[in-house]
């Protein structure tokens, strides 16, 4: 940001005082793959269940060369079975090659699964609703004939020579021992993954600690997990999921998907370079976050959220004298995130009554002119005092400061004493 702002950007960059990492990984999650996860994204699936998304081939492309570019392990495609143009669109991103492995996303039916196998994609992802609700209303079919379609779908896909998922839909309201039954069955069989879907947003972290640490001790394969953020614990039950011994997380751009979506991209990012600083850095190529959220808003005609983690607006904004005074002394009082790590920067909001005079101080040096400790005070409680009255803008707070420092260098002229 420039000078003409009212905000004033700090290079500095974070320097932690410790030197063990307090955010990483509990040595008693001896399962945990907070340092190991792998990330499926599904902006081209889940995402484009999204109210307002419409991707055509040519932006479908786009997202899934910026997504590669970025380092994300999979690309999940939405069903070639979907529409004609869907499975267009599958085949032509298979054949980019991309270091991302594709993959489609199938109910389980044969129907379906042979479709998809002929699209060229690296791995099919099966999803069947186990929960009452779903085999009530949805697909109306009992656990007996669930397994036996998955184990034919499961075979048929491996036949192939591609990868191959089982997933429950709704696993949080599914019978715990109709999900642990199926996903042993699967197992056994060799599926390369299993997946555990919160599909209407419901778990909180324990209970998926609780159903990741039960799985892992059923099954041996790889657990994804698909959480949707309903009640606003996406990113942490992703996390939570990862700690229990779960590998991959589904995430999409922004977040987008179903209703308010699932974890997002860069919000999970947030959190992981928190937990695994070097894992992460040296994985994903996080200063394209920015650049992949911008191009996939404007595909969906949305705003980034003031408040989304990294490239919300004001994500690394401080306001407040006392923090701004930290900040300057040194970024890691107020910060968790370094900017710097996402191509971004830091700035401090002087311009209002909150301000303090190390802020004001710092913009001083910014407009190059000199005024003792002192005087800064004097001009602070000057801005302070307009800013008690209306909002500021950085125009406001330079005259005061400009006219405070000339008033300093050229005192006003005494009356001439005549002496009579
Ligand atoms: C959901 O259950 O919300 C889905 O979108 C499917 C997830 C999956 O395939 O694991």
Redesign the pocket.
Known sequence: MSENNEFQSVTESTTAPTTSNPYGPNPADYLSNVKNFQLID?TL??GE?FANAFFDTEKKIEIARALDDFGVDYIELTSPVASEQSRKDCEAICKLGLKAKILT?IRCHMDDARVAVETGVDGV???I?TSKFLRQYSHGKDMNYIAKSAVEVIEFVKSKGIEI?F?????FRSDLVDLLNIYKTVDKIGVNRV??????GCANPRQVYELIRTLKSVVSCDI???F?NDTGCAIANAYTALEGGARLI?VSVLGI??RNG?TPLGGLMARMIVAAPDYVRSKYKLHKIRDIENLVADAVEVNIPFNNPITGFCAFTHKAGIHAKAILANPSTYEILDPHDFGMKRYIHFANRLTGWNAIKSRVDQLNLNLTDDQIKEVTAKIKKLGDVRPLNIDDVDSIIKDFHAELSTPLLKPVNKGT
């Open positions: 599904s699936r889940e269940q996303h992802d099966v999803v609703g998922r997933s429950s839909e709704d696993s997946g555990i879907a919160d599909t209407v994804e997990c698909h949707h589904d998907g179903e699932i």
